[in-house]
T-cell receptor, first 115, second 113 residues
Framework: DARVTQTPRDKVTEMGQEVTMRCQPILGHNTVFWYRQTMMQGLELLAYFRNRAPLDDSGMPKDRFSAEMPDATLATLKIQPSEPRDSAVYFC?????????????FGPGTRLTVL | AQSVTQLDSHVSVSEGTPVLLRCNYSSSYSPSLFWYVQHPNKGLQLLLKYTSAATLVKGINGFEAEFKKSETSFHLTKPSAHMSDAAEYFCVVRGGSQGNLIFGKGTKLSVKP
C-alpha cells in the first residue's frame, strides 16, 4: 500500500531555531507539493516540484523558507530562523503528471510548534 | 482564477440521517473538483474526484457528489450518516496545469448518536 511519508510527525522548537521537515513521495510520482494548514488561513500551497525541479514557490516566505528535492525519493522544507507564526501543520503531497495531472496523495503531516 | 466556497463551516446531523455539504466553485474553464476528508489529527484522504466524465461521482464510504455546471456547484451527499463520518471535509479545485490544489475553508461535520 504505497503512501507518502513525512518526518517528523511532531516538532516543538524555540523561536530562531532551524527546522527541517522531510517527505518521501510515492515511488514513481513526479510531482511533490508542500501545503500548510492553520486555523486562520486554512490549507494553502507553499511550493511544488515536478521532476525534482521547483515550479512555483510563490506561497513561501522567501527570506526564511526553502524547499528542495535532493533526489526523487526525498523532498525537504526548511525554515531558518523559525518564528511562532510558522506554527502549523505542514503537509506533503505527491502525484503523477503525464500530460495532465492525476490525483494528489497526502502524507500525515508534520505538526510544528514554535515557542 | 479558480476558487471554491464551502457554504457551511459546520454541519450537524443525527446518525442515520442524510448528509449534505455544500460547495460552489468558480473556474474559467472546465474544472477538476475533489472532496477530501480529514479526521482529527490525521492527514487528508481523497473521497472522490470529478474530471469532466460523469456528472454524478461516487466515492468511498458511501459518499457521492454531483457536478452541476448551471449552478456551479459540487455538493457532497451521503444517504445515511455514520458516527465515523465525523470529520472535516474540504472541497477542492485544481488550480493550474501543474496540478496544484486550491482548498475551500472546510466544513466540520458532527454526527450525533
Amino acid at each position: 500500500d504505497a503512501r507518502v511519508t513525512q518526518t517528523p510527525r511532531d516538532k516543538v522548537t524555540e523561536m530562531g531555531q532551524e527546522v527541517t521537515m522531510r517527505c518521501q513521495p510515492i515511488l514513481g510520482h513526479n510531482t511533490v507539493f508542500w501545503y500548510r494548514q492553520t486555523m486562520m488561513q486554512g490549507l494553502e500551497l507553499l511550493a511544488y516540484f515536478r521532476n525534482r525541479a521547483p515550479l512555483d514557490d510563490s506561497g513561501m516566505p522567501k527570506d526564511r523558507f526553502s524547499a528542495e528535492m535532493p533526489d526523487a525519493t526525498l523532498a525537504t522544507l526548511k525554515i531558518q530562523p523559525s518564528e511562532p507564526r510558522d506554527s502549523a501543520v505542514y503537509f506533503c503531497a505527491s502525484g503523477l503528471v503525464i500530460g495532465s495531472p492525476d490525483t494528489q496523495y497526502f502524507g500525515p503531516g508534520t505538526r510544528l510548534t514554535v515557542l | 482564477a479558480q476558487s471554491v466556497t464551502q457554504l457551511d463551516s459546520h454541519v450537524s446531523v443525527s446518525e442515520g440521517t442524510p448528509v449534505l455539504l455544500r460547495c460552489n466553485y468558480s473556474s474559467s474553464y472546465s474544472p477538476s473538483l475533489f472532496w477530501y476528508v480529514q479526521h482529527p489529527n490525521k492527514g487528508l484522504q481523497l473521497l472522490l474526484k470529478y474530471t469532466s466524465a460523469a456528472t454524478l461521482v461516487k466515492g468511498i464510504n458511501g459518499f457521492e457528489a454531483e457536478f452541476k455546471k448551471s449552478e456551479t456547484s459540487f455538493h457532497l451527499t451521503k444517504p445515511s450518516a455514520h458516527m465515523s463520518d465525523a470529520a472535516e471535509y474540504f472541497c477542492v479545485v485544481r488550480g493550474g496545469s501543474q496540478g496544484n490544489l486550491i482548498f475551500g475553508k472546510g466544513t466540520k461535520l458532527s454526527v450525533k448518536p
